[in-house]
Nanobody, 118 residues
Framework: QVQLVESGGGFVQAGGSLRLSCAAS???????MGWYRQAPGKQRELVALITSGGTTNYADSVKGRFTISRDNAKNTVYLQMNGLKPEDTAVYYC?????????????WGQGTQVTVSS
């Protein structure tokens, strides 16, 4: 069992920046780590992910503005968010996925609120 704890959310004006952190209770070395978000009344959506090998993938809506990174030594994943827009307002969740002996594991954090004012 891996526990994920997000931090770094808050209130920011449009155009501003925030950096989210996700600290894991165990090693993330072999895990694909991701950030998802859910706005009120909407489904949870993928924002960005980074594989164990460092390959990244972003939602079209955040490309060029957000950057995901990982520090395996600290068991932490980051999401640098620049040029924030009101439509980025959501609860942001950290996710960890890995497969052990063909068994998939999927862990979620409790979420951190990001609010962007216009």
């Amino acid at each position: 069992q891996v526990q994920l704890v997000e931090s770094g959310g808050g209130f920011v004006q449009a155009g501003g920046s925030l950096r989210l952190s996700c600290a894991a209770s165990g090693s993330i070395f072999k895990m694909t780590m991701g950030w998802y978000r859910q706005a009120p009344g909407k489904q949870r959506e993928l924002v960005a992910l980074i594989t164990s090998g460092g390959t990244t993938n972003y939602a079209d809506s955040v490309k060029g503005r957000f950057t995901i990174s990982r520090d395996n030594a600290k068991n932490t994943v980051y999401l640098q968010m620049n040029g924030l827009k009101p439509e980025d307002t959501a609860v942001y969740y950290c996710n960890a996925k890995w497969v052990v002996l063909l068994t998939p594991y999927d862990y979620w954090g409790q979420g951190t609120q990001v609010t962007v004012s216009s």
